[in-house]
């Protein structure tokens, strides 16, 4: 641990309120919160026959990786590089990366992690990259599992028709030290669509995509192994459909201000629980008599809706930003401004950035600090 907040409240684990007393801005994981989220997909995957390979570019730690492993998850996704080599070096496989590179040094430095026992699957969206892989397998004596990236309506990275996938396809299956292991689909468009009911047509339309791009590619004898995509918006729809057979959700695990408008199920109820909260203190209070916090877009990515706050528990307002460190506590009707020294929770307006921006997550369970846990991929967007 380097000597930033995690070094200043690592006195504090195990000690009976700890919670409430931990220096700030600290980024807090609540531990029930949390095991019940990973908990909860696991068991819907499993009763819908379909796997998870949870994406790791919302938390890039460790230690959370291996909670969702030791629930069942296939593997771990990664959505670059260096985040994938620095889960690798913290003991974490099989792993995945989900988005085409365009270096060869990347290349070379994800080949090596496989001739180390890394059991690597990455994706391909054009001939010259099956080539790159298969060369850089072949000089470290290793073999790659390949998928061929798909574009359902995302319009981001992937091939769109079946007879790019089947071409690719052919060439991966042709090269020695290349695995052709199916293919991946990630209908990001489809996630954060709010109605559940908007979000089945949307969702309907990328699988009607991707249906004619999985005929394509049995009709060619290339009837892919793994069909990955999908993520914490678009979970319930996927174990409906069963076009996948893994799901590569991510936010599940934490959710966020973003997601909360999201009606997972069609009924209104959340699924998953907050877990994540960014701990702030209340430093100063501005002439308008406005409790000033210590985090602002430093501590909190700030694309999405406002942060809530709370304080003992009670959820008492908002953060505005005011500032790279500072925030503004706007309370919610009759809520007087919180004193000097007060300790505030808050939600995050976008987990996934948010947690890119803590070197450490506190794990808190109740009133007390239970354990430290680096975020080893933080800032690994090489
Ligand atoms: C390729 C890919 N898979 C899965 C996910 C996870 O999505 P979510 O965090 O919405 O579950 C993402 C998120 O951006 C992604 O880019």
């Given at each position: 641990?380097?000597?930033?907040?995690?070094?200043?409240?690592?006195?504090?684990?195990?000690?009976?309120?700890?919670?409430?007393?931990?220096?700030?801005?600290?980024?807090?994981?609540?531990?029930?919160?949390?095991?019940?989220?990973?908990?909860?997909?696991?068991?819907?995957?499993?009763?819908?026959?379909?796997?998870?390979?949870?994406?790791?570019?919302?938390?890039?730690?460790?230690?959370?990786?291996?909670?969702?492993?030791?629930?069942?998850?296939?593997?771990?996704?990664?959505?670059?590089?260096?985040?994938?080599?620095?889960?690798?070096?913290?003991?974490?496989?099989?792993?995945?990366?989900?988005?085409?590179?365009?270096?060869?040094?990347?290349?070379?430095?994800?080949?090596?992690?496989?001739?180390?026992?890394?059991?690597?699957?990455?994706?391909?969206?054009?001939?010259?990259?099956?080539?790159?892989?298969?060369?850089?397998?072949?000089?470290?004596?290793?073999?790659?599992?390949?998928?061929?990236?798909?574009?359902?309506?995302?319009?981001?990275?992937?091939?769109?028709?079946?007879?790019?996938?089947?071409?690719?396809?052919?060439?991966?299956?042709?090269?020695?030290?290349?695995?052709?292991?199916?293919?991946?689909?990630?209908?990001?468009?489809?996630?954060?669509?709010?109605?559940?009911?908007?979000?089945?047509?949307?969702?309907?339309?990328?699988?009607?995509?991707?249906?004619?791009?999985?005929?394509?590619?049995?009709?060619?004898?290339?009837?892919?192994?793994?069909?990955?995509?999908?993520?914490?918006?678009?979970?319930?729809?996927?174990?409906?459909?069963?076009?996948?057979?893994?799901?590569?959700?991510?936010?599940?695990?934490?959710?966020?201000?973003?997601?909360?408008?999201?009606?997972?199920?069609?009924?209104?109820?959340?699924?998953?629980d907050f877990s994540m909260f960014v701990a702030v203190t209340?430093?100063?209070?501005?002439?308008?008599?406005?409790?000033?916090?210590?985090?602002?877009?430093?501590?909190?990515?700030?694309?999405?809706?406002?942060?809530?706050?709370?304080?003992?528990?009670?959820?008492?307002?908002?953060?505005?930003?005011?500032?790279?460190?500072?925030?503004?506590?706007?309370?919610?009707?009759?809520?007087?401004?919180?004193?000097?020294?007060?300790?505030?929770?808050?939600?995050?307006?976008?987990?996934?950035?948010?947690?890119?921006?803590?070197?450490?997550?506190?794990?808190?369970?109740?009133?007390?600090?239970?354990?430290?846990?680096?975020?080893?991929?933080?800032?690994?967007?090489?």
């Open positions: 641990m380097n000597n930033g907040v995690g070094a200043l409240n690592a006195g504090l684990i195990g000690i009976a309120g700890s919670r409430a007393a931990l220096e700030t801005p600290a980024l807090l994981l609540d531990a029930t919160a949390f095991e019940k989220n990973v908990a909860t997909l696991a068991a819907l995957a499993n009763e819908a026959g379909i796997g998870l390979r949870s994406h790791a570019k919302t938390h890039k730690c460790a230690s959370i990786a291996k909670a969702q492993l030791a629930e069942g998850a296939f593997g771990i996704a990664c959505a670059k590089p260096g985040e994938l080599l620095a889960l690798f070096e913290a003991g974490i496989n099989p792993l995945m990366l989900t988005a085409p590179v365009a270096s060869r040094q990347k290349i070379d430095r994800l080949a090596q992690a496989a001739a180390l026992g890394c059991e690597l699957t990455v994706v391909v969206d054009r001939a010259e990259l099956v080539t790159d892989f298969a060369a850089a397998a072949r000089t470290a004596g290793t073999t790659i599992a390949v998928l061929v990236d798909c574009d359902t309506g995302l319009g981001r990275t992937g091939v769109t028709t079946s007879q790019e996938a089947v071409a690719l396809a052919r060439m991966i299956a042709a090269e020695a030290g290349l695995i052709y292991a199916g293919v991946q689909a990630y209908a990001g468009h489809v996630q954060h669509v709010h109605s559940c009911a908007e979000r089945r047509r949307v969702n309907g339309a990328a699988s009607q995509r991707l249906t004619a791009i999985l005929a394509g590619l049995a009709e060619a004898g290339c009837t892919p192994r793994i069909v990955t995509g999908g993520g914490t918006g678009s979970h319930a729809l996927d174990f409906e459909d069963q076009l996948l057979t893994e799901v590569q959700a991510g936010s599940y695990v934490f959710m966020d201000e973003g997601y909360r408008p999201v009606d997972l199920h069609g009924d209104n109820g959340p699924v998953f209340v430093i100063a209070h501005n002439a308008k008599g406005e409790a000033i916090t210590d985090g602002g877009s430093k501590s909190f990515a700030i694309d999405g809706p406002q942060p809530r706050a709370f304080l003992d528990g009670k959820e008492i307002g908002t953060i505005a930003w005011v500032g790279d460190e500072f925030g503004k506590l706007v309370p919610h009707e009759g809520v007087s401004s919180p004193s000097v020294g007060s300790h505030i929770e808050c939600t995050v307006p976008h987990c996934d950035p948010t947690a890119n921006l803590h070197d450490v997550i506190h794990l808190v369970r109740g009133d007390r600090l239970e354990a430290i846990w680096p975020i080893e991929g933080r800032g690994r967007s090489d």
